[in-house]
Nanobody
Framework: QVQLVESGGGLVQAGGSLRLSCAAS????????MGWFRQAPGKEREFVAA????????YYADSVRGRFTISRDNAKNTVYLQMNSLNPEDTAVYYC??????????????WGQGTQVTVSS
C-alpha cells in the first residue's frame, strides 16, 4: 500500500513556474512507475507525465512536452513535476499516481488527493 501526498500547487501568472512534489509513504516508489495526471473543471482527468522505475525513461503529454519535467528521488521517496511557461490551460487539479506505468489511468493503483494549480492570464 502506498500513500501519496501532493504539494506545491498554487496561483501563478501566465509564463510563470511551479514545482509540484509528491511524497510517498508505506512503500518505496522504486517499485513503481510514477505518473502525474490533471483534471480541469468540466473535463476528464488526463495524463501529464510519467517516469520509469529508475527515472531513466520519461513520457509526456504533447500539451506539456518541453515545458514540464518529471523527476524522482527514490532515496527521498518523492516525485516532482517542474512546470515552466505555464498558461491558463494548465489550470487543473494535479494528481500523483503510482502503478505499473503507461498513459492510462487504469495502470495506476495508488493516487494522491490532488493539488490545485491555477494560472491567471
Amino acid at each position: 500500500q502506498v500513500q501519496l501526498v501532493e504539494s506545491g500547487g498554487g496561483l501563478v501568472q501566465a509564463g510563470g513556474s511551479l514545482r509540484l512534489s509528491c511524497a510517498a509513504s508505506g512503500s518505496t516508489i522504486s517499485s513503481y512507475v510514477m505518473g502525474w495526471f490533471r483534471q480541469a473543471p468540466g473535463k476528464e482527468r488526463e495524463f501529464v507525465a510519467a517516469s520509469s522505475w529508475s527515472g531513466g525513461q520519461t513520457y509526456y503529454a504533447d500539451s506539456v512536452r518541453g515545458r514540464f519535467t518529471i523527476s524522482r528521488d527514490n532515496a527521498k521517496n518523492t516525485v516532482y513535476l517542474q512546470m515552466n511557461s505555464l498558461n491558463p490551460e494548465d489550470t487543473a487539479v494535479y494528481y500523483c499516481a503510482a502503478g505499473s506505468g503507461g498513459r492510462g489511468q487504469g495502470s495506476y493503483d495508488y493516487w494522491g488527493q490532488g493539488t490545485q494549480v491555477t494560472v491567471s492570464s
